[in-house]
């Protein structure tokens, strides 16, 4: 597929089929997500694999009990699109078991050597993400980008032995998609772009 059209229908695929992604394809994914840019290429991402049943169970209800009074609580008069992406959110979490892969990209605060900074840390694992979920789109693989992390930080370095300097950063979801790809929305480009000067 052609990069810019993968670019352009890379939807967050928060509707997955539970059949499971071959460990090989995982790893083409990790692949492309180390191709991307880092600075002073110091590379200080790590991805832990979490395609394992009992695990994905006991994430999945930790992360349904912290999620649960977000979504409970959003507002009634939510426009369309966000409403959907709540409904979507929700589905996803409540499905956290049955994703086939998720994907914990993680960050190491190592750059510059002489004065790490987290901004850094955070710059280097995005642009893996994006890639990865740019090459999954590609490979006909659904992912979404998630936070879901955040929820369950303390259960994740136990169960997952995290070493105390491994920063979790990104959860993503990857699995064949339940729906179809559809464009992006985003806005128009000519807003956003400044010639010479805003
Ligand atoms: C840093 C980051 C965090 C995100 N966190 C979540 C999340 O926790 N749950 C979720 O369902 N989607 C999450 N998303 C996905 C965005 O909500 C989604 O990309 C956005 O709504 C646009 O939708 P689209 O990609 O389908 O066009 C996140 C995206 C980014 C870049």
């Known amino acids: 597929m052609d990069t810019l059209e993968a670019m352009n229908s890379c939807i967050a695929m928060r509707y997955l089929k539970p059949d499971p992604l071959p460990r090989d394809t995982v790893r083409t994914l990790v692949h492309a997500a180390t191709r991307a840019s880092s600075p002073g290429n110091s590379q200080g991402w790590e991805f832990v694999i979490i395609d394992d049943a009992g695990l994905k169970a006991d994430f999945g209800a930790a992360v349904g009990a912290a999620m649960a009074p977000v ?7 939510l426009p369309g699109p966000l409403e959907r992406m709540y409904r979507g959110a929700e589905h996803l979490a409540s499905h956290f078991a049955n994703v086939p892969v998720w994907i914990l990209g993680c960050g190491r605060k190592v750059y510059p050597p002489q004065a790490p900074q987290d901004v850094f840390m955070y710059s280097t ?10 090459a999954a789109r590609a490979m006909g693989i659904g992912t979404a980008f998630t936070t879901f992390h955040m929820t369950i930080e303390p259960l994740l370095r136990q169960r997952l032995n995290l070493p105390a300097e491994v920063i979790p950063c990104v959860m ?15 806005r128009p480009v000519d807003e956003v ?6």
């Open 71 to 77: 979504f409970a609580h959003r507002p009634s008069d």
């Open 193 to 198: 772009m400044h010639w010479n000067g805003w």
């Open 172 to 186: 993503i979801a990857a699995g064949y998609p339940e729906r179809a790809f559809t464009p992006v929305r985003r």
């Open 125 to 134: 694992i995005y642009p893996a993400a994006q890639n990865l979920i740019v």
